[in-house]
């Protein structure tokens, strides 16, 4: 099947921050500043216990929140964060406000690394086997019943294999992919026009048009950082074009998210709870951005009753 890319990243001229009579562009869920944030550094600890699991030679982390109680129905929701620091992602957990069990894989630099181990179907089930195991009063009947999926970078990589499997896609309710995504590709001869691998967006396809259904939610926000490879913003512009989402340019200083003198928000595209924000910067800081207001962008997500 072919697909028809259009990058979008370089189209987005920004205003002067000292424009007036800006028109407030009218889209239906307005995504957050991101401003640069340092990562608190607190030697309290959290509330709640962290364990470390194991399954083969990979390890991961189960963090239950002292807020969480075994429901009665034996149904647990779970959130998985790849690709953050353990600390850092309890941090955002919390501060969303949840009080669901979380699951913690920092399994090294690049794609491959995240990729590799989910290649085997049966790991996901493995991990949630294991994190079962350690909650707390769990009754015989205890089970998975919804995953929400968060990725930073070089996570997508373990994202992209989980969402090929049938049996996890019916249990995924939300995935967000902050600054990652990332591919191939199509054509590396000189001169030709950038597009993604197609073989490499395929697999985002399903997730995206059932978003835009309204059957799952799917945010994916991005920098402008270049790479040899298809960028965050080029992977973005294939899946607006794919399901025909509507790109809505925001001028500088109409919104608050527009007004960050770093990392500004250059444009958005929404449709149903299909969602792809495209932020400023070009450098390291403007990456590391994205994943320091993944609480952020849950909680628009929440206020806007996306799924």
């Known amino acids: ?11 987005f001229l920004t205003a002067p921050v000292f424009a007036v009579d800006i028109d407030v562009p009218q889209v239906p869920i307005k995504a957050p500043p991101f401003p640069q944030r340092e990562v608190p550094k607190t030697t309290i600890p959290f509330p709640g216990k962290s364990l470390e699991l194991q399954d083969g030679t990979t390890k991961f982390t189960l ?11 034996g149904e647990i929701p779970l959130t998985v964060q790849f690709h953050c620091g353990t600390g850092f992602a309890i941090e955002e957990h919390l501060r969303h406000g949840l009080k669901t069990p979380l699951l913690v894989a920092n399994l ?17 089930k493995r991990w ?33 294999e989980i ?8 249990l995924i ?15 590396t001869n000189a001169g030709a026009v950038r597009e993604p691998s197609h073989e490499n967006i395929e697999a985002w396809i399903p997730l995206a048009q059932a978003a835009v259904r309204g059957e799952k939610t799917f945010a994916f926000t991005h920098s402008q950082v270049p790479t040899d490879y298809a960028t965050t913003g080029e992977c973005a512009a294939a899946l607006i074009k794919i399901v025909k989402a509507p790109i809505v340019k925001i001028p500088a200083g109409s919104t608050p998210a527009a007004s960050d003198p770093n990392f500004p928000l250059q444009y958005q595209s929404d449709l149903g709870n299909f969602h792809i924000w495209g932020y400023g910067g070009t450098d390291g800081a403007a990456h590391l951005t994205q994943v320091r207001h993944f609480a952020d962008v849950w909680m628009v997500l929440d206020a806007a009753k996306n799924l």
């Open 163 to 170: 969402i090929k499997s049938p049996e996890y896609f019916k």
């Open 108 to 124: 090294g630099n690049g794609s491959s690394k995240y990729r590799v181990p989910f290649e085997d179907r049966e790991r996901l």
């Open 63 to 73: 963090f239950i929140p002292d807020a969480w109680h075994a429901p009665e129905s």
């Open 1 to 11: 099947m072919k697909y028809l890319y259009v990058f979008i990243a370089s189209i």
């Open 128 to 160: 949630m086997a294991l994190a079962l195991k350690s909650l707390p009063a769990q009754g015989t009947n205890s089970h998975v019943t919804v995953l929400d999926i968060c990725s930073f970078s070089a996570g997508y990589g373990a994202v992209r």
């Open 173 to 187: 309710r939300r995935v967000i992919l902050s600054d990652s995504m990332y591919a191939g590709l199509q054509n």
